[in-house]
């Protein structure tokens, strides 16, 4: 009796091919908008988790404390805050960054910059692998007169382009560009490519500051990461007689943070693809019902000649059922083709390398929720077909 109620079913998908294609085709958007941005936002976080994972050693040590997931600054550290972490156990080196606003004068045209000053060696290793330059190089240690300019600096914020080897005002002092960075890609964009580098030496004089903005803290092991972030927060802490005064975020922390943010996007991207679902199975119900309206003759026949209800039960229920699956079908391929096109385009204007992790379990979640839709949409409709009276249905014309 299945296999007759698989060939029935296949029948009847035929003879109403175009209200089967609509059906289809709901089944297929909802479940290609909840594989694609299931795969699309694990490859982006995979993508960025995986670059932060490359400088799990670094803790970020900032003078200020986060609140409701705000920022609020403190002031800044000392030189001795400096010496005081590097003393920590663990701790393999520190970086001291000096950051603030300066005028920027290229050709009489001025504007107010975002400087950083760090030691040039110290720094690199940070971006090092993460930006590219498009001319010049890098800064080296004795470069006191000597900046790096970020992409946009170079080619956005002056009436004229910036290019390697011109020259700069920085708060009247004169500085010669060594290096203009690429663009960066989403997650480097906003340090490279807005910020102008000095060296720490040369800070000092342009800034009018050897006050400390942030540090940057290498450790030895990385499993004593957390550990040390909270030993350098309460050495700086007491050195500046304040609670919360100092915070020290490691990657890890920050890479759980990203995870968490990544799985509240997902978590209302699908629901806003649940909704195209809820729409198809209010279709699946709807030609389920006119096709128990189309065929009440049929069944009342096949209820004449011996076929049970749960017979008839079952062959309305197949036939949603396979409806549904192909829609899942078709949606799963749907899915996989926008992730990956996805991938190829944040590749290509972001760079940043998205993976489209289309997992055997992905591909099988596509599916369940297809089928639970479509013969949970055809239950109702099912069940009215099974409990036709058999007089009555032999009758309906």
Partial sequence: MIRDSFTLAYRNIRERKFRSFLTLLGISVGIAAIIGLIAIGSGM????TGQLTEMSDLIVVMPGEMT?????EHGSFTQQDLRDVGRISGVKDTTAITWDS???????SKRVIQVIGADPEDFWVMYEGNVDFAEGRWLRKNDHTGCVVGHNVANDYFDETVHAGDRIDINGHKFVVIGVFEKGNALTSNDVDNYIYITDRASKGVLGTDKISFIYVTVYDIDDAEKIADKI???VDNNHKLDDF?????????IDQIGGIFKVIQVVLVGIAAISLIVASIGIMNTMMMAVME?????GIMKAIGARNRDILM??????????LIGGILGCILGAAMAIGAGRVATDYAGLDVPAPITPGLIALGLAVALIVGIGSGLYPAMKAARMSPVEAVRYE
């Fill in 68 to 72: 409701t997931g705000m920022y609020i």
């Fill in 233 to 235: 927060e309460k050495v």
């Fill in 246 to 254: 100092t915070n020290a975020m490691t990657m890890g922390s920050f």
């Fill in 102 to 108: 300066a005028t920027v004068e290229f050709r009489r």
């Fill in 295 to 299: 065929r009440t003759h049929e069944v």
């Fill in 315 to 324: 062959l309305f229920l197949i036939e949603a059922g396979v409806v549904s």
């Fill in 45 to 48: 976080e995979g993508a960025i």
